[in-house]
């Protein structure tokens, strides 16, 4: 009898992603996952927008960040951020209702530079 392998780079759902939690390297909590932004085009994960501070969901942030700057720790189900809290309070951000034109190049080239990733697009 033939046992399946497990699938290194397997899929998941997006569904499965938003409201993970997100880690630093050490393990504290930063915040949480709300949603993913895929590039209709190429359908690669663009941003995954990400909710830092706030208290009940009243004051908290928005931050769209590369997808390509997390690491998934599959032991703990949370994706690790490598970047210093001083850096994530200076990250352009935004309300959940005021939400930036993600259609502007400058504004997506902006958001890869703050993160050091290089943009998925190229």
Known sequence: ???LQAFSNSPVKASSIIGTDVVNPNGDDLG???EIVIDP???????????????LSMGEKLFAIPFSS???DQPKNAYVLDV??????AAPGFDEDKWP??????????????YERPPYWE
């Open 41 to 55: 085009n190429t359908g690669k994960i663009a941003y995954a927008v990400v909710s830092f501070g706030g208290f």
């Open 84 to 89: 210093t809290k001083e850096r994530l309070e």
């Open 101 to 114: 034109s993600m259609a502007e190049e400058k504004w997506n080239r902006d958001v890869y530079k703050y």
């Open 32 to 34: 949480d996952i709300k």
């Open 1 to 3: 009898m033939n046992q």
């Open 70 to 72: 997390f690491k998934y």
